[in-house]
């Protein structure tokens, strides 16, 4: 893929993501949410530029310090989605405020490591990104469905005759 279309692809990704992670909705505990995670990696990984053959060293360390603030920013991501059970028993999610300060704080750590990087001379792929966003959505979503699945179960309700 070349650059601007994994450039497209993530900024698609993000788009619905956070859009839709701000709406309340119904969690599915038992959906598979490593998939989309799992093609974006895919797709990163295949990328033989994801790490700059000219500065090998400094461009893993800056991919692998890019991956080290993606998994701390999907894991507070996790934890600032509400989640609630709804009469049904059915487990709600919505994003908060704080949903979006990990958002922002996680383009903010990845605008300065590619800061970084332009300043090192570092040729940075956009696989990269996809990378980072393929982990942030894993790691969002493992912490998400573990917690949705310490919830209290719903009270029962009774039946009406």
């Known amino acids: 893929m070349t650059a601007l279309a994994n450039l497209l692809v993530i900024a698609v990704v993000a788009v619905l993501v956070v859009r839709r992670q701000m709406r309340a909705q ?12 799992l093609v974006l990696g895919a797709l990163a990984l295949r990328d033989p530029q994801i790490v700059d053959h000219r500065h090998a ?18 894991t507070a991501w996790g934890w600032t989605v509400r989640l609630w059970r709804a009469e049904d ?17 996680m383009i903010v750590v990845r605008t300065g490591l590619y800061g970084i990087g ?5 040729h940075q792929s956009g696989s990269s990104l996809m990378l980072g966003m393929a982990v942030l959505l894993l790691v969002r979503s493992f912490v998400v469905n573990w917690r949705a699945r310490a919830l209290e179960p719903a009270p029962p309700v009774a039946a009406v005759h």
């Open 26 to 37: 119904r969690l599915d505990t038992d959906r598979r949410f490593w998939v989309l995670p």
């Open 57 to 74: 060293a400094l461009s893993a360390v800056l991919l692998a310090a890019g991956l080290v603030a993606v998994l701390g920013t999907g």
């Open 89 to 105: 028993g059915s487990v709600m999610a919505k994003g908060t405020r704080a949903t979006v300060a990990a958002w922002i704080g």
């Open 118 to 122: 332009a300043a090192s001379h570092v």
